[in-house]
């Protein structure tokens, strides 16, 4: 199928067949903001920050612009109030996860969140499993994974394997956007290999 136009934040822009909004609008080089894309990863649409209003036919919803499709005569918005209410909100919900993390705070500047917002959380993950999924579509070697579930669930190295695999790779640490997952690797290393502290 040839390409087919599409409206983004007013523009006319062109999509090819199989692309995603945030692809058609990558290549226009309009940028939507993400936290659980990946290029090289299949989209996986759980972070939402890449919300955007669509409209088809009459009919406008919101929608994760990473996982949908692009299609002919689409009207996309990627920046309104409403979107950004959105967004702020997404934020100050991941900065209780990790209020120092700078790509989290340069966005919370970029749509006015506020850190303190809510109760910190003990745990750094935000769920956007960009290094599970690194790990295991990339490089095949599931040396992390995710343990536990809903509010409890997080990241976890699996010592066994992170120990033969991790050393040499560790590509998925500046995915991070907590910045949080070098600290739980060398946890993890720190607790197979303890060292004598003299
Ligand atoms: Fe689209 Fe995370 S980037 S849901």
């Given at each position: ?54 409209e088809s036919r009459g009919w406008s919803k919101l929608v994760a612009a990473c996982v949908y ?130």
């Amino acid at each position: 199928m040839s390409d087919f136009p599409l409206q983004i934040d007013g523009r006319e822009v062109t999509a090819s067949a199989g692309m995603t909004v945030l692809e058609a609008a990558g290549r226009a080089g309009i940028a939507i903001p993400t936290l659980c894309h990946h290029e090289k990863l299949e989209p996986y649409g759980s972070c939402r920050l890449c919300t955007v209003e669509v409209e088809s036919r009459g009919w406008s919803k919101l929608v994760a612009a990473c996982v949908y499709p692009a299609e002919q005569g689409l009207v996309v918005r990627t920046r309104t109030e409403k979107i950004d209410r959105i967004r702020k909100l997404i934020l100050e919900l991941y900065l209780a996860h990790a209020p120092d993390a700078a790509g989290l705070r340069a966005l919370a500047e970029e749509y006015g969140a506020d850190r303190d917002r809510f109760e910190k959380e003990a745990s750094f993950c935000i769920h956007c499993g960009l290094c599970v999924r690194y790990c295991a579509e990339v490089k095949g070697a599931n040396a992390v994974g995710f343990i536990d579930r809903g509010t409890r669930k997080e990241i976890s190295f699996i010592p066994e394997i992170a120990a033969r695999e991790c050393w040499d790779c560790r590509e998925c640490f500046p995915l991070c956007p907590t910045e949080a997952l070098q600290g739980a690797y060398v946890f993890v290393e720190a607790l197979r290999f303890p060292r004598s502290t003299e």
